[in-house]
């Protein structure tokens, strides 16, 4: 009789996030949080092997979102507010675009501003495969830094930490960069020293 309570109540918080997420277009929708005390809380509940899709308003693919644990934090364990946020295990978020899908993975991130943030620390690996019809032909380019923020549905990292950028033409490394995937421009901010090596 207990298992089946148990099992039951497992159910019903599980459908009860998967209902939230899916009538919000926001990623992930969780709420807002700036307040780092509550993350030493208990989470109000605790998503293992999550996986969302989110389309645009044509219904073009706009971003899928992998987790191996999602935990929902609530700054009012009896309503939602504005307060809450999430934190993740190992997220992995693949944002799509006109060109070439953007990847990025990481050991630990967070959901936050209602959703429309998402903050990524710890080995942050961010990559894409370069056009076919460039000079590239397909060749990946990877960036590597400790911690990014990720604007989906402006298409917009930022990060003012350093980070390192390897391409077959070369590496680079700047003290903090802003990249708009919709341009497909990265700005880098400070300290920018490079090496480049000739295509063949």
């Known amino acids: 009789m207990k ?3 148990y099992i039951t109540l497992i159910c019903v918080i599980t459908i009860g996030i998967v209902v939230l997420w899916d009538t919000r277009p926001e990623l992930l929708n969780p709420l807002a949080s700036d307040k ?3 993350v030493e809380r208990f989470p109000y509940a605790v998503l293992h092997d999550a996986r969302t899709s989110h389309f645009d308003e044509s219904g073009m693919l706009s971003y899928v979102f992998d987790a191996v644990t999602l935990k929902h934090f609530r700054a009012d364990v ?3 507010s504005d307060a809450d946020h999430m934190l993740i295990t190992a997220p992995k978020f ?3 675009g006109d060109k070439n899908p953007w990847h990025l993975t990481a050991k630990q991130g967070k959901v936050s501003d209602k959703g429309s943030k998402l903050e990524l620390w710890d ?3 961010v990559w894409q495969k370069s056009d076919e019809k460039s000079q590239l032909k397909g060749a990946r380019i990877e960036l590597k830094t400790e911690e990014i923020a990720i604007f989906p549905e402006e298409k917009r990292l930022f990060t003012e930490a350093h980070v390192h950028i390897a391409s077959p ?3 680079l490394t700047t003290d903090g ?5 919709k341009t497909q421009r990265i700005k880098l901010l400070a300290n920018v ?8």
């Open 193 to 200: 020293r490079g090496q480049h090596v000739p295509i063949r």
């Open 78 to 80: 009896g309503h939602s």
């Open 94 to 96: 693949i944002l799509y």
């Open 177 to 181: 960069l802003e990249v708009n995937m």
């Open 123 to 125: 080995d942050v690996v």
């Open 3 to 5: 298992n089946g309570f």
């Open 169 to 171: 033409t070369g590496t």
């Open 36 to 38: 780092p005390e509550s």
